[in-house]
């Protein structure tokens, strides 16, 4: 598929440099205005180099959408539609796994986890999926928890 | 040391050299014998069997993408708390230098790189399996990896205090030339857009200074978050940008099986062998001295080696498109480095990197102190150390060359089954290092960027060198600017002659990128 939308994407991104470069130029000019390099014996001080950064970063992002901001015919790349879905749910699960880890402990939420995801791609039969998610969810349990000593935060079971 | 001492005198006095002479021979001998009795100890079963855990345990690490060396010292340390203190060092140790070994696999095969030193033998490594030809890839990762880590033994064993002594020398200022150097390789990464490819290292820069101000305690991008004072650490960031980034990517593609593809002949004939032969030999002497210097990770010098190998190329443009240099290099220099790490470490107590750091700490909970001292009056004890180096080498190449089928097969699992495994090893790894959930919504705010700039052709290169490099750099700046003032660049000619090698790098990587085609460039950021 080719259209001309292409430049919008370049817009944005070259907009969330210049934003980025704002946020940070305003964090590096209150550390420069806030701190006394002389008393620290610090001549840059913690502001300093990141004004440079903060300033290399702004220019970049102008520079950025003067050269590739302008419309262009260029091919998208397009993605199906059960691609978006296998997408959107695989970050969502994600998500809820870090969730569900202080709620419910490590060991459920890794066993919930390990069934959504073998169901996001696009494993079929619910008794692999469930065995496979126990032994699995029992296994990193072991390894991480019991043997490698993580503390995860503790769940309702675990 | 007394010797040494007795030495320097009866040169100061002008006094005859001979008993200098008679005394350097019997020094040299006794290392000789140290360094014999040390390989002598390390065959005894339990030692050999101490290494070779820690070899295939490091091999493992390396191979699964999210978990590095560091996250797994991290964790296996309270399990190493309940055996024998020499024997858990040679498991640790080998562990470290292992994941250099096996942090190629994954690399080379699906384009997961094991471990941060690994990121820069995807740019070849992966175009190369895409040609059929990844047993080549993985045979001179494998040979680059066992040159470069016997050549480090050999270092440790013999001309090792010296260079460290050399090294020490090194101030803030030549640091700061050293990483502003290193830096120029942010536009060789770029791809197509140098832009693109600044915007990416700025940005590293940036999410590098989150957290509180080492010098002065200032918090920086915090903004009232007690997660954020902590910044961000390297783990948890690389583990997203890389791994879920790249499971994810997978999920949406539907992916059947991560690695279909036959591995293919395993050893390069011809002029292949010999340039690859030869990019190992440049990458390990590159890694060596390098991994000498404190923050000198393989991760870092990884980069510069693969940089590096591009200049010096006759077809710099190839790079990215299945170079058998671009994986020996690269490979062979963070074997080197990774190897290096353990001279400052024993003879200084210095930790280079964070995977030393961790050694430092298991050292330091069995009662022994890393330094000169470790040489006398626990001899044995870093003699069978720097030994096990040389056997643990041996075992690594067997383990990754007739066995390397062994590790591709994790590789040939169905996706729909290795998918979510490997992204359930990532959370875990991006937990492991601080214990913290916060390091959890890092790693899959993380994952989401490193999605984002696959699909949008972003190289991630620049994003992981501006990070890693980033607080070096500033800490290296500030402490010149202190020690001489805005113009100490002028009093140290090392750090002048540095900066003016960045420039003239600068010129020509910018020459370098117009010669080269735009097409292979984008393909080369979408690898990076």
Not at chain 1, 66 to 86: C, F, I, L, P, S
Not at chain 2, 171 to 181: A, C, D, M, N, S
Not at chain 2, 238 to 254: D, R, S, Y
Request: glycine share 12%.
């Amino acid at each position: 598929m080719t259209r001309t939308m292409v430049n919008r994407g370049v817009w944005v991104e070259g907009l969330l440099l210049v934003i980025l470069g704002l946020v940070s130029l305003a964090e590096s000019t209150r550390l420069v205005l806030y701190t006394d390099p002389n008393l620290l014996r610090d001549w840059l001080g913690p502001g300093y180099y990141l004004l440079v950064i903060s300033i290399g970063l702004l220019a970049t992002g102008i520079v950025y959408i003067h050269n590739h901001g302008r419309a262009q015919t260029v091919a998208r790349e397009a993605t199906g539609g059960d691609g978006r879905h296998r997408l959107i749910a695989s970050f969502a699960t994600c998500a809820l796994y870090l969730v569900l880890i202080e709620v419910i402990g490590y060991l459920l939420a890794t066993f919930v986890f390990f069934v959504s995801m073998f169901t996001i791609v696009g494993l079929r039969s619910w008794v692999h999926k469930l065995v496979l998610g126990m032994v699995l969810s029992g296994i990193f349990y072991i390894v991480f928890v019991k043997y490698g000593g993580m503390t995860f935060p503790r769940g309702i079971v675990f | 040391m007394r010797q040494l001492a007795d030495e320097t005198t009866f040169r100061n006095r002008g006094l005859d050299p001979a008993p200098d002479e008679r005394i350097g021979k019997i020094a040299r001998r006794l290392q000789q014998m140290d360094l014999i009795n040390g390989i002598a100890n390390v065959f005894t079963p339990i030692y050999l069997l101490y290494c070779f855990a820690g070899c295939a345990l490091g091999t493992l690490v390396g191979v699964l993408p999210g978990l590095g060396p560091a996250s797994t010292l991290a964790i296996l340390l309270p399990i190493t708390m309940h055996l024998d203190p020499l024997g858990s060092i040679i498991m640790l140790s080998g562990l470290t230098y292992g994941a250099a070994y096996g942090g190629s696999t994954t690399s080379i095969l699906v384009n997961i790189p094991g471990e941060l030193g690994s990121v820069p033998t995807c740019f070849d490594g992966f175009p190369m399996t895409k040609q059929g030809r990844a047993g080549e890839a993985l045979w001179i990762a494998a040979v680059g990896s066992f040159i470069a880590g016997t050549f480090g033994a050999i270092m440790i064993s013999i001309m090792g205090p010296g260079i460290a002594k050399f090294a020490l020398r090194f101030g803030p200022t030549e640091y700061f030339g050293l990483i502003f150097f290193s830096m120029t390789a942010l536009v060789s990464l770029s791809g197509t857009s140098i832009a693109k490819g600044l915007g990416a290292g700025f940005a590293g820069i940036l999410l590098s200074c989150v957290g509180v101000d080492m010098m002065t305690g200032i918090p920086r991008f915090t903004y009232g978050s007690v997660g954020l004072m902590n910044g961000f650490d390297y783990i948890p960031v690389i583990i997203g940008l890389f791994g879920i980034g790249e499971v994810i990517l997978n999920a949406e593609q539907g992916l059947g099986q991560i690695y279909t593809g036959k591995i293919g002949k395993m050893m390069p004939r011809g002029e292949e062998l010999k340039k690859g032969l030869k990019a190992a030999v440049r990458g390990t002497l590159l890694g060596f001295p390098l991994g000498l210097l404190p923050g000198m990770t393989p991760g870092v010098v990884a980069f510069i080696a693969y940089d590096i190998e591009k200049k010096v190329s006759k077809y710099p443009e190839k790079f990215g498109t299945g170079v058998i240099e671009g994986v020996a290099s690269v490979e062979s220099a963070n074997n080197a480095t990774a190897q290096a790490g353990f001279l400052p470490l024993l003879v200084f107590g210095l930790p280079t990197g964070p995977a030393p750091a961790i050694i430092l700490a298991a050292l330091m909970i069995y009662g022994l102190q890393p330094g000169p001292v470790l040489f006398t009056v626990n001899k044995t004890f870093a003699w069978t150390i720097i030994g096990s180096m040389y056997i643990g080498n041996v075992m690594l190449l067997i383990l990754n060359l007739p066995l390397v089928g062994l590790w591709a097969r994790i590789s040939t699992i169905p996706y729909k089954y290795l998918g979510p495994t490997v992204l359930a090893i990532c959370i875990a790894g991006a937990y492991s290092v601080r214990n913290t959930m916060f390091d959890l919504w890092v790693a899959l705010a993380a994952g989401v960027v490193g999605y984002l700039m696959r699909k949008r052709h972003w190289p991630m290169g620049p994003l992981i060198l501006g990070f890693i490099l980033g607080p070096m750099m500033e800490q290296a700046l500030r402490q010149s600017f202190a020690s001489g003032g805005p113009t100490v660049f002028f009093h140290r000619p090392i750090a002048l002659v540095l900066l003016a090698a960045a420039a003239v790098v600068l010129v020509f990587s910018f020459r370098a990128l117009k010669r080269v085609p735009k097409e292979i460039l984008e393909s080369d950021s979408d690898l990076k």
